[in-house]
């Protein structure tokens, strides 16, 4: 999965150093005391953030934006569809992505969403602080998280949207590559052969010791005591089962005309399948763009 961003007309452009993550970070007592379970599909995600918010605390923090730049295609995949097709399509033409941009907007209409927190959803801080029950963040979170709530605090994926729809989170990699410019190219490609091929236990120290990330190789997965137990144990579950990495072909001009459309759904209640038509349209015209030979 972490190679397909890498990967264009049947080459490898990069090797994957570690895997990156997105969450979603619920509160373990705030749920029990609100008699809420965690959320198993969108609908249920809508209701929760209701249930859980009070004068004080805010059901979910999606992001000061509401969402859109934080959880981008990610509904689309809850819902079973893609942003680009294998093929090279457009994966969202169909009535279940307004669907579940719909409940983006009621999130927003219920005023169930924290909006304006101190610092935006990649810091964890407005769920330690608890300004919030839920969170989107990202792995990187987990050990601050846990240092501040102790085991007091579950993961979850996306929940699914609709009976074709699938928990997802998306997920990527840094990666290493070598410059075909460059006068010491072979070198280059030894080194990084040594680095991120051979030396396996470099690989995982960088992945769990200036950070917390998930080693790109599963081999190594394995043999991490950090990931082994509780939400650092389930997030790798969720990221093997439920993850995704855009497509080389979602480019920054059909991500941009994405989220802008999104954002116009949920703070502004625009209609979600017009909104959705225009944007299949901008992104289907990136994609012949994209796909022209130079």
Known sequence: MVLAPKTYDGRIWAIPQVVDMHLLY???????????EPPRSLEALVDAAKALTTEKVKGLFLGNDGGAGALGVTPLYAAGLTSVTEDGEVGFDDPAAARALG???????????LLGAPSDWPDPS?????????????????????EALGDDFGVLALPAEGADG???????A????????SDHEKEAKDFVKWLWIDKTEYQQDFALSYGFHIPA????????????EGPAADAVRYSTAY????????????????????????????NPES???????????????????P
Do not use: H, N
């Open 26 to 36: 619920y509160r373990k007592s705030l749920l029990d005391d609100a008699g809420v």
């Open 103 to 113: 409940r983006l907007r009621q999130l927003y209409a219920d005023k169930s969403l």
């Open 126 to 146: 407005a769920f330690t602080q608890e300004l919030t029950a839920m969170q989107w963040c990202g792995l990187w979170a987990l050990p601050a998280v846990r």
């Open 166 to 172: 699938r928990p997802a989170l998306p997920v990527g």
């Open 174 to 181: 840094y990666g290493a590559a070598v410059s075909a410019r």
């Open 217 to 228: 190789r599963l081999s190594l997965v394995k043999q991490a005591a950090k990931l082994k």
């Open 243 to 270: 993850g995704y990495a855009d497509p080389l072909l979602w480019t920054p001009a059909s991500r941009t005309a994405y989220q802008d459309a999104l954002s116009r759904i949920i703070k502004s209640g625009a």
């Open 275 to 293: 909104e959705l038509k225009s944007v299949v349209r901008e992104v289907r015209a990136e994609l012949d763009r994209a796909r022209k030979k």
